[in-house]
């Protein structure tokens, strides 16, 4: 089995409020601690009411994002607007991170109304998950579902089916 030495982040906005998410989700970041150093780390929704406009809430979490944020960082947004991977090609992907040396890679899940112009702007790279739009409690266990689906691809372990 091939131990990755970089640490990979999943950065979420907001807590999850349903337990079955959350235990599914740690179910699989379990299961990456035999590959990798991995976390999910989250940032504070905004105070807000209901006349907060979304671009107000947008900029307060990209406030909050960027302070988790190290230089030498290596970004993605997780946004249905990204680049599209098949498993194989997120594990190549992954795979071509190891070997480049990156430390430490952050994907990032935002809010309810997505990422402000600031996080888009400084951070160009995204990713896909889906053409749909997902809850981003959802999003959070389908990441961590791929990224161990990614690990077990390039240590040839069989959970992975061609």
Same mark, same amino acid.
């Given at each position: ?52 406009? &979304?671009?107000? $809430?947008?900029?307060? +979490?990209?406030?909050?994002?960027? !302070?988790? #944020? ?6 993605? @947004? ?45 951070? &160009?790279?995204? $990713?896909?998950?889906? +053409?749909?739009?997902?809850?981003? !409690?959802? #999003? ?6 791929? @990224? ?15």
């Amino acid at each position: 089995m091939y131990l990755c030495i970089m640490e990979i982040v999943l950065l979420c906005v907001g807590k999850t409020d349903r337990t079955f998410w959350s235990d599914a989700t740690e179910e699989y970041v379990k299961r990456l601690k035999h590959f990798t150093k991995f976390s999910v780390q989250f940032v504070a929704d905004p105070k807000a009411n209901k006349k907060t406009q &979304p671009l107000e $809430i947008k900029n307060e +979490e990209a406030k909050k994002i960027l !302070q988790k #944020i190290k230089p030498g960082d290596f970004v993605y @947004l997780l946004d249905e607007k990204g680049k599209s991977f098949t498993s194989k090609g997120f594990a190549k992907q992954l795979e071509q991170h190891m070997i480049s040396g990156n430390s430490r890679i952050i994907f990032i899940v935002g809010g309810a109304f997505g990422f402000s112009e600031t996080l888009y702007q400084k951070f &160009p790279r995204k $990713i896909a998950l889906s +053409e749909m739009t997902f809850s981003h !409690q959802m #999003i959070r266990l389908f990441f961590c579902e791929q @990224l161990y689906r990614a690990f077990t691809i390039i240590n040839n372990h069989p959970y992975h089916n061609d």
